[in-house]
């Protein structure tokens, strides 16, 4: 199977080059800038696109690697192609392969999302990464195993997700690395106001947030949950929630204290969390006062 890419931004250049090394017959790159081809081309040891069209007779596969918000119009441009027996795939995590494409059986072609689970941060080098990745598969069509058989014999992990899934697994993706920033964001804004400098408080909380996540990931959440909350020490919580300042900076904290708090359950199912459930249900706490910023 010979693959093209429309889009030779980070991970059209990334995935191509991973197939290349891997023994992947790669046809080229078809950009918006005549340069980015170009440069793809040269990056990967393939050829450079000057007419869209091209690239789809000469290829099977087709990756349109543009933005979220250009894959439909990309592929509206490909009516003027014959997309027959073609297959189109694009990489967005929250898309599904038929909102993306959605007359494509009518057209003959098939359409997939295959979405890699990874940071993709560098045209240039995030490829060596992709082996290690995790990659989600979803559409309709014969090639569902194809292309996960594909990627294992590469050395990547895949699995195929249901297209209801697709934003239920966007937002897992969404919470367990954006969403972690704002919890990091808030927990150095607290340390900058005890006198640390950004960069000693990242340095002060690595050590705890490397063996945190380590434990994390190696035993799941209910094993490596620690803290006031698990210990169900429900005046460490209320001197927590006094000292901080916003009524938006107690409800982050109350609301993760809850979710914390369900995990807590199922780890001392015999535990008395009474007290904490109390304190966290609560909409103030006693001494939270009404002018709080
Ligand atoms: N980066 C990630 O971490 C990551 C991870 C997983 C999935 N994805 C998905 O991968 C896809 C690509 O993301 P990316 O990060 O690679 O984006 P990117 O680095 O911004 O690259 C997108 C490329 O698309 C090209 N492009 C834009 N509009 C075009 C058009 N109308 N026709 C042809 N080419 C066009 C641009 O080309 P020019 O350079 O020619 O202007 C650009 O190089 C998205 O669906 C994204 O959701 C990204």
Known sequence: ????????????????????????????????????????????????????????????????????GAIFSVYKELGKSD????????????LTAAEAFPDIARRGAYGYSIHPLIPVSSKVSSYRELAGAFFCIEGEGPHLSLWKNLLECLGARARVLRACDKVRYHAACAISSNLMCALIWESTELLKGCGFS????????????????????????????????????????QRHLDCLESREEKEFYRLASKKLLEIAALKNPLRDYTELEKLLKREKSPGENENVK
């Open 1 to 68: 199977m010979k693959v093209g890419f429309v889009g030779a931004g980070k991970v059209g250049c990334s995935l191509g080059k991973f197939f290349a090394c891997g023994g992947i017959p790669v046809t080229g790159y078809f950009s918006r800038r005549r340069e980015s081809s170009k440069e793809a081309a040269l990056f990967t040891g393939t050829k450079e696109y000057t007419e869209i069209g091209c690239l789809i007779r000469d290829s099977d596969a087709v990756f349109l690697t543009v933005p979220d």
């Open 198 to 237: 950004e960069k000693e408080a990242l340095e002060a909380l690595a050590p705890l947030m490397r063996a945190n996540l380590e434990h994390l990931i190696a035993s799941g959440p209910v094993d490596a949950l620690t803290g006031a909350v698990e210990r169900g020490d429900a005046d460490t919580v």
């Open 83 to 94: 997309i027959s027996e073609k297959i189109l795939c694009h990489c967005s995590g929250v």
